[in-house]
């Protein structure tokens, strides 16, 4: 095959330098695919990785493009047959693995999707990602049991890609969009794509207590910090907060209150993972990847925190009997000036092999607050601190 053009990132001197090159197949990593690239997008995650104004890749040099649609030109994977129409989006594109701004890329087979009926391979990257991104959240969101009758949906960020799609796609299954921007100019661009409303976020009030006046039945956020503080506090009765971005800030100052009485299920929502990081068998999903949140009130009030956590670590257990507890595997933490406890778990993965579960505990007047970040063993330690960042978030409001 003779050579082709690839933009390429390069770290020289401790600065990224991005630049288009001639490569051959000999230049990309490994795979057993190897792809004619039609279409790529660009998002966020791609400015930062181009520019380094994030450190998105892990080692140099990369071709850039965490996603990619084209046409098989070879593979050795016998699922996969020259001319077929595929795309693969996520699994380390342009952190690990060489992405799509490429004419040729290759790629392991368990990376690659055939072309679903009805979608070339245009369509596929005009999506891209961020509708990649949407559609997840809306899936794991009805998965919970939300429904257009329960009344609106507010979406934050609403003028980036993520945002965008997402109040078309809700839009079109029947929802009222609540449109939530910074951007006044953009109010009649986000009522064409769907928006019933649009809420300038400078007029919002954020409040301070727990719980403020419902205003929503779910909420998909871009954002984070503050905004996502202010919808656990005003989304509605078992509604659902799809938590995908943290344009404004990656912290969370909330309390249990709206998970306790109002039942709002918080749901972290990553395209880079397989699926939606749940896999079905036998009529249960099972989740792969990601982060629970919740509260346990253990048998005994009187328990202490060890006590409290392997009560519920036998709860768990109940549901899954493959959990185990690691040998060793525990140590007390300070969580918001309070005691914690990290508890390290093993499972079967869905995705094959095993899993590691990091239980975070901490024993509250209510209860016992537990946070569950699951991810493949493998893994794990690639994302552990991703569970350091999120468990350094956590505030409680006595």
Excluded: C
């Amino acid at each position: 095959m003779p050579s082709f053009k690839a933009f390429r990132i390069h770290e020289q001197e401790k600065k990224i330098v991005a630049r288009f090159e001639q490569l051959t197949l000999d230049d990309l990593a490994a795979g057993e695919v190897v792809i004619r690239v039609a279409y790529s997008d660009i998002n966020y995650k791609d400015a930062l990785a181009a520019t380094g104004a994030g450190k998105i890749l892990r080692r140099y040099p990369l071709v850039g493009g965490i996603d990619l649609a084209g046409v098989v030109e070879s593979s050795s994977d016998p699922r996969y047959q020259k001319g077929d129409s595929v795309l693969v989006t996520g699994n380390a594109l342009s952190e690990t693995h060489d992405g799509g701004y490429a004419e040729y890329a290759r790629v392991k087979g368990d990376w690659v999707i055939p072309m679903p009926p009805g979608i070339d391979e245009f369509t596929a990257m005009a999506l891209g990602t961020a509708g990649f991104t949407a559609g997840l959240a809306i899936h794991r969101m009805e998965h919970n049991g939300q429904t257009p009758q329960k009344g609106p949906i507010v979406v934050t960020g609403a003028t980036g890609g993520v945002g965008s799609l997402a109040i078309d796609m809700l839009s079109a299954r029947g929802y009222e969009v609540v449109a939530v921007s910074g951007k006044a100019s953009s109010t009649d661009y986000l009522r064409s794509i769907g928006a019933s409303r649009v809420l300038p976020r400078q007029e919002i009030n954020f409040g301070s207590r727990p719980l403020e006046s419902v205003q929503f039945a779910g909420a998909v956020d871009n954002v984070g910090g503050e905004m996502l503080t202010w919808l656990t506090r005003t989304v509605d009765l078992w509604g659902n907060i799809a938590s995908i971005g943290l344009a404004g800030s990656a912290e969370l100052k909330t309390t249990v209150m709206p998970f306790i009485l109002r039942g709002v299920r918080l749901i972290g929502v990553n395209s880079d993972n397989d699926s939606s990081g749940t896999v079905t068998q036998g009529g249960s999903t099972q989740i792969g990847y990601g982060a629970i949140l919740s509260y346990f009130v253990p048998e005994s009030r009187k328990a202490d925190l060890r006590s409290a956590t392997d009560d519920l670590i036998h709860h768990l257990k109940a549901d899954n009997p493959r959990t185990v507890a690691t040998p060793g595997g525990s140590r007390n933490v300070r969580i918001a000036g309070s005691n914690g406890l990290v508890t390290m778990l093993s499972n079967s993965s869905p995705f094959g092999g095993s899993e590691t579960d990091a239980l975070l505990t901490v024993l509250r007047p209510q209860g016992l607050f537990y946070l569950v970040f699951v991810a493949p063993e493998k893994e794990y330690p690639l994302l552990q601190d991703t569970f350091q960042r999120m468990s350094d978030s956590v505030r409680f409001r006595d």
